[in-house]
């Protein structure tokens, strides 16, 4: 069942989405050459829990950091640990916050220093293909009508699609239904209605699409080592369109 929140539980939503934009702008500012992902994660956790909210993520089916930092072809839920951040590198930072028992959610990969024209590339289309299923959502549209737009600007530029990982609805809870993948035949799935919300969250590898998780049984990469993103927005369906409530993430 989709749920459909009311305003006082917007309410709630949108502060819960400003504050992990904020955290966003806030981690933007430290990311350096040199600084590792566990500075990056404490950096995040002062903030959210000063905005008088908790990391959604910490403690998750038992995750331990506050956010998920992946960094390469570290696709996601990448564990903050002592790795230090090399110019030239990428990195997805996934953040969560609760705020008044209301979750916001969204994710964004920077480039680390100067980075090559390939990374830039992958960046500009993962984001792209982020605002392009945006555009779509309003009432009456089926869902996977904007998967398959998400998916169409991806694999016009020869990148692949991740297929086991989708984004999701979210409320009270990190993870409500749908699930909406990156990737679909349009016209098909649930309709939208004013009230749902949703974090859409396209995944893509520059080489091809398959993933696997490694030993710690939380960080995802590719199978062929290529780099990938993550570009990730909460929105919320109106009468005439959508809400972001995670704006200010870029």
Known sequence: MIIC??????????EAGRIVADTHRVLKQAIRPGITTLEL?????????SQNAVPSFKGYNGFPGSICVSVNEELVHGIPGARKLNDGDIISIDIGAQYEGYHGDSAWTYGVGTISDEAQRLLDVTEESLYAGLALVKPDVR????????QKV????????VREYVGHGIGANLHEEPQIPNYGIPDRGPRLKPGMVLAIEPMVNIGERYVRTLGDDWTVVTQDGSWCAHFEHTVAVT??????LTRSGE
Not at 41 to 49: F, L, P, T
Not at 143 to 150: C, N, Y
């Open 143 to 150: 869902l996977f009508t904007i998967s398959h737009a998400i």
């Open 154 to 161: 991806i694999e016009a530029a020869g990148f692949s699609v």
């Open 41 to 49: 994660d404490s950096i995040a956790e002062k903030y959210i829990r």
């Open 239 to 244: 009468a005439d369109g959508c809400e972001i």
């Open 5 to 14: 929140k009311s305003e006082a539980e917007l309410r709630y939503m949108r």
